[in-house]
């Protein structure tokens, strides 16, 4: 076996082991594509692909690739692609290292030697690290040194943002390049969290750096469209990375046929917000082409209205009660439904919730100040 076939080899185990063992980047290393560069000095990634030099990774144990692996992906979650603008190519490189780090010796990764660390930094997004270097605040000046390469501690370096065919991206791509990553990376952060395997510190950058502010008929989208495509399967595998000689899970692509809407019909519920509730599953079906089931609830589901595509939805409100969460998660338990996803339409106003189910939830509401729920995600329109 040669070389790079070793190397190669080694790659592939330390993805895999990336999938097994690290719940947050199991699904976002899937997003990136490796691919063996003779000309690269270590490795590199624009976004869309981790460019290794196998001369660099030969060197490494396969735990030292794993973080670097991680490394990587976090520049990614991190959007450090897409936001350099003007700044030093340099200098951002190094405050980019110095922003993810310490989140990966948080979680557990062995980073190879000569890793940029500053423990006084914990907790600083790039940006930030980046004016510091450049106003030599706290002797932060000694990263603007030549003589450090570009390499940044010899972990690589972040790219540029490139499009599909390796050109640099336009400001709209960037711009929808982060957005696919901050949704990732929210979902990620979720499903992590569920496993009890997600350190504070990246939860803490997650919650404020990250959690998307988009608006709501996006995310509402985005929500939706990812979850749809919610298994693996090795057969066949992702073809994605098939040309790079590399066998990982596809994801495997479930129908929409099993859309659920609770939808509050309690006293507290507003004919204005029956009217946004209307114009969501006009938005809904028109954009996946799907039918839909909606359920109005108060204490209990008085009503289930089916709508297929292309039926002119008339929404029969019914209830006037009080409020309980668990009403629509009852009903569908004793039905024997279990739904792609279940879209919750409410003003918050209750705190009887069922306990977690094993499908994912998206909370709708028109209140700002609410109390977060003990599960699923939540999008104010």
């Given at each position: 076996?040669?070389?790079?076939?070793?190397?190669?080899?080694?790659?592939?185990?330390?993805?895999?082991?990336?999938?097994?063992?690290?719940?947050?980047?199991?699904?976002?290393?899937?997003?990136?594509?490796?691919?063996?560069?003779?000309?690269?000095?270590?490795?590199?990634?624009?976004?869309?692909?981790?460019?290794?030099?196998?001369?660099?990774?030969?060197?490494?144990?396969?735990?030292?690739?794993?973080?670097?692996m991680a490394h990587e992906?976090?520049?990614?979650?991190?959007?450090?692609?897409?936001?350099?603008?003007?700044?030093?190519?340099?200098?951002?490189?190094?405050?980019?290292?110095?922003?993810?780090?310490?989140?990966?010796?948080?979680?557990?990764?062995?980073?190879?030697?000569?890793?940029?660390?500053?423990?006084?930094?914990?907790?600083?997004?790039?940006?930030?690290?980046?004016?510091?270097?450049?106003?030599?605040?706290?002797?932060?000046?000694?990263?603007?040194?030549?003589?450090?390469?570009?390499d940044c501690g010899g972990?690589?370096?972040?790219?540029?943002?490139?499009?599909?065919?390796?050109?640099?991206?336009?400001?709209?791509?960037?711009?929808?390049?982060?957005?696919?990553?901050?949704?990732?990376?929210?979902?990620?952060?979720?499903?992590?969290?569920?496993?009890?395997?997600?350190?504070?510190?990246?939860?803490?950058?997650?919650?404020?750096?990250?959690?998307?502010?988009?608006?709501?008929?996006?995310?509402?989208?985005?929500?939706?469209?990812?979850?749809?495509?919610?298994?693996?399967?090795?057969?066949?595998?992702?073809?994605?990375?098939?040309?790079?000689?590399?066998?990982?899970?596809?994801?495997?692509?479930?129908?929409?046929?099993?859309?659920?809407?609770?939808?509050?019909?309690?006293?507290?519920?507003?004919?204005?917000?029956?009217?946004?509730?209307?114009?969501?599953?006009?938005?809904?079906?028109?954009?996946?082409?799907?039918?839909?089931?909606?359920?109005?609830?108060?204490?209990?589901v008085h009503n289930v209205?089916?709508?297929?595509?292309?039926?002119?939805?008339?929404?029969?409100?019914?209830?006037?009660?009080?409020?309980?969460?668990?009403?629509?998660?009852?009903?569908?338990?004793?039905?024997?439904?279990?739904?792609?996803?279940?879209?919750?339409?409410?003003?918050?106003?209750?705190?009887?919730?069922?306990?977690?189910?094993?499908?994912?939830?998206?909370?709708?509401?028109?209140?700002?100040?609410?109390?977060?729920?003990?599960?699923?995600?939540?999008?104010?329109?």
């Amino acid at each position: 076996m040669s070389n790079n076939e070793k190397v190669k080899n080694m790659v592939t185990r330390a993805r895999t082991s990336i999938i097994l063992d690290f719940v947050f980047f199991a699904t976002l290393i899937l997003r990136l594509t490796c691919v063996e560069d003779e000309t690269e000095r270590t490795t590199s990634t624009d976004g869309k692909k981790i460019y290794y030099s196998p001369n660099f990774f030969s060197k490494l144990m396969v735990k030292e690739v794993k973080a670097v692996m991680a490394h990587e992906i976090l520049h990614c979650v991190f959007g450090h692609h897409t936001r350099r603008g003007n700044r030093d190519f340099k200098i951002w490189n190094r405050a980019c290292d110095l922003a993810i780090n310490p989140l990966l010796i948080e979680y557990g990764f062995e980073l190879p030697s000569g890793a940029l660390i500053e423990p006084s930094l914990k907790g600083l997004c790039a940006e930030e690290i980046y004016n510091l270097i450049m106003r030599d605040s706290n002797g932060l000046g000694k990263y603007k040194n030549e003589s450090m390469g570009e390499d940044c501690g010899g972990l690589g370096t972040v790219k540029d943002a490139a499009d599909d065919e390796g050109n640099p991206a336009s400001e709209i791509e960037k711009s929808h390049q982060e957005t696919e990553w901050k949704i990732a990376a929210t979902k990620a952060a979720n499903f992590a969290t569920k496993a009890g395997n997600l350190p504070a510190g990246i939860k803490r950058l997650v919650e404020e750096h990250i959690s998307p502010k988009l608006p709501w008929e996006d995310i509402l989208y985005r929500f939706i469209d990812t979850n749809s495509f919610n298994d693996f399967s090795w057969v066949p595998p992702s073809r994605r990375h098939m040309s790079a000689g590399f066998y990982f899970p596809s994801v495997r692509s479930k129908e929409l046929s099993n859309l659920y809407f609770g939808c509050d019909a309690s006293g507290s519920v507003r004919n204005v917000e029956l009217g946004m509730i209307h114009s969501s599953l006009n938005y809904i079906v028109d954009c996946f082409r799907c039918s839909t089931k909606v359920m109005w609830f108060d204490t209990k589901v008085h009503n289930v209205q089916d709508f297929d595509y292309g039926e002119i939805i008339k929404l029969e409100p019914k209830g006037g009660g009080g409020t309980d969460f668990k009403a629509p998660f009852k009903y569908m338990e004793d039905k024997g439904i279990i739904p792609n996803v279940l879209l919750m339409f409410t003003d918050m106003e209750c705190s009887s919730y069922p306990p977690i189910p094993n499908f994912p939830v998206l909370w709708i509401t028109w209140k700002k100040n609410y109390q977060k729920p003990p599960f699923g995600e939540v999008i104010v329109m």
